[in-house]
């Protein structure tokens, strides 16, 4: 069992910067693949990035540019800072855990996440 907690969230203008954590429980963090995703009001959640095991990352089109997502074993830790911020990226943002990932891989579909954490709000304002 993984428990997963977000932090970071707030509200920023647009051109602004956040940066989202995501703690993780447990010894076999390092085995897991890390993934971001978001969900707006309304809309499914959405896939935003993922780092594998082997730190290979993965973004959705749509953050390509601005974010990164990184991941540091030695704290559990596992990041997304958020850069060139603009309205349409107000949601709350969830970290997920794949268990199952093999080394290279980091999903984009939520499906393949077996643990998520409780989600942080991001606003963006005009």
């Known amino acids: 069992q993984v428990q997963l907690v977000e932090s970071g969230g707030g509200l920023v203008q647009a051109g602004g910067s956040l940066r989202l954590s995501c703690a993780a429980s447990g010894r076999t963090f390092s085995t897991y693949a890390m993934g971001w995703f978001r969900q707006a009001p309304g809309k499914e959640r959405d896939f935003v990035a993922a780092i594998s095991r082997s730190k290979l990352t993965y973004y959705a089109d749509s953050v390509k540019g601005r974010f990164t997502i990184s991941r540091d074993n030695a704290k559990n830790t596992v990041y997304l800072q958020m850069n060139s911020l603009r309205p349409e990226d107000t949601a709350v943002y969830y970290c997920?855990?794949?268990?199952?990932?093999?080394?290279?891989?980091?999903?984009?579909?939520?499906?393949?996440?077996?643990?998520w954490g409780q989600g942080t709000q991001v606003t963006v304002s005009s």
């Open positions: 997920a855990a794949d268990n199952g990932a093999t080394y290279h891989r980091g999903s984009q579909s939520p499906g393949s996440y077996d643990y």
